[in-house]
């Protein structure tokens, strides 16, 4: 018997005006997910991720201990020409023990290519294809998605688009103590995951520690391990990867990030490997929004932000994307909280279907750099076309997946002439 959740959360929300000509729906109750007896040795929860150059991981679970970790996988159905040997684990969180963890990683892989591949020797065949090596490269991001009817909406609409990577900023089983949650997310996002890499970075909801008794990340850590040692970091809570032209990093909004954390230096010193002519984007995630004109997390992000958005403007970040806020919010090029040229483009996307519901309430008037803004969930997609132009567009679920309900070409950077300016500002990074 598993014990149940030691927190209660309240969420008050309050419906304000809405776009005009659009009626908001009304929210969707949790999933329910009836059991379903698997062979014990047969994967469960798969999902892919990353894991360095032309490599990916390849991550499940088995209720059998004795199924080794292994995947095999060929470009042909059921020809597995290579085999990979990974690591397993598993965790305890009070009366909870999980399943056999497997991480396995496989490679080196042809960009842009469909392999077939099997998990632990036995059970179902699965598809994945990696991603471009060049331009053009999509990315689907959603954040704060949770495990509700609109959770599923979301996921459908994205597997109507065609996208090569998913970033999620955040917040992924809102499991919240209830360690099955993270069993039955893991079961709901397979079909998706199983098939293009899933890059993450925690949220508040992934934070479940019990004073003296269990650790912070203890669940997220096991089961969504990023490439992080391949990045140069000491922890799966903050990495950097390169796909196609671009240079993503990834940072966590609950681990320290002042200027004499580990994060903050390791930040400074992964910034310094970018080189913009081999990635030309530069793109960053996390959880807590720094520029957010909701009244929902008012101010959770400015100590972050003060010790790093120096950073990132110094290197020319083109776009930040976050969550927590559950709504979507586009900002124009921002800097010090006004609008800048040379500033990133700050998008809020934690709208992917959470339980607690729609963040309706705004700060009035809008402020200048705020461009977008609205309750609903959905899901947005980033086509970076070539190195100076990508297109971003954001989704509601309730529109079919080709309506776009904010549309906006963003130039980079490095095409603007801003980095050039900012060559004085270099200190900063040295």
């Not at 379903?36 to 798969?46: A, L, T």
């Not at 331009?135 to 959770?151: K, M, N, R, S, Y």
């Not at 310094?272 to 520029?291: E, G, I, N, S």
Request: glycine share 8%.
């Amino acid at each position: 018997m598993e014990l149940k959740s030691v927190l209660l959360i309240v969420v008050l929300t309050t419906a304000v005006t809405v776009t005009a000509g659009y009626v908001r729906p009304k929210p969707r109750e949790l999933l329910h997910f009836p059991w379903n007896s698997k062979p014990s040795s047969h994967p469960q929860q798969v999902h892919i991720s990353l894991a360095g150059d032309r490599h990916m991981r390849v991550t499940w679970i088995t209720d059998d201990k004795s199924t080794p970790s292994i995947v095999e996988y060929g470009t042909s159905p059921g020809k597995y020409i290579s085999i990979a040997q990974g690591e397993s684990s598993f965790y305890r969180y009070l009366l909870y023990k999980s399943g056999k963890i497997h991480h396995t990683v496989i490679g080196p892989l042809q960009p842009k290519t469909v392999y077939f591949y099997r998990c632990g020797g036995q059970g179902p065949e699965f598809q994945l294809k990696t991603p471009p090596s060049e331009f053009p490269i999509t990315f689907a991001v959603a954040g704060d998605l949770g495990q509700t009817g609109w959770t599923k909406s979301t996921l459908d609409h994205i597997d109507l688009c065609k996208y090569d990577v998913h970033l999620l900023p955040g917040d992924l089983s809102y499991a919240d103590y209830i360690q099955s949650r993270w069993d039955t997310f893991g079961e709901l996002v397979q079909p998706l995951s199983s098939a293009r890499p899933w890059m993450v970075t925690q949220g508040n909801h992934e934070e479940e520690s019990i004073l003296g008794l269990e650790d912070a990340f203890k669940s997220y850590n096991s089961r969504w391990k990023m490439p992080y040692e391949e990045s140069g970091s000491s922890s799966n809570l903050y990495y950097s990867f390169e796909v196609a032209g671009v240079h993503l990093i990834m940072l966590g909004s609950y681990t320290d990030y002042d200027q004499y954390s580990d994060q903050y230096n390791w930040l400074k010193a992964d910034l310094l490997k970018v080189d913009r002519k081999r990635t030309p984007w530069l793109l960053v995630l996390f959880h807590v929004p720094w520029y957010n004109s909701n009244m929902a997390h008012q101010g959770e992000g400015d100590s972050m932000m003060e010790a790093m958005e120096p950073l990132l403007y110094a290197a020319g970040a083109d776009a930040v994307f976050a969550g927590h806020v559950h709504a979507y919010e586009r900002s124009r090029r921002v800097y010090a909280g006004r609008s800048d040229p040379c500033g990133a483009v700050h998008i809020t996307i934690g709208d992917g279907g959470n339980s607690e519901g729609l963040a309706h309430r705004y700060v009035y008037p809008q402020p200048d750099w705020s461009v977008f803004r609205e309750a609903s969930f959905g899901h947005g997609e980033l086509k970076i076309v070539n190195s100076t132009h990508a297109l971003w567009s954001w989704h509601r679920n309730d529109d079919d997946e080709p309506v776009r309900s904010d549309q906006v070409w963003i130039t980079s950077l490095v095409s603007s002439g801003c980095l050039s300016k900012k060559k004085h500002e270099s200190t900063l990074l040295g």
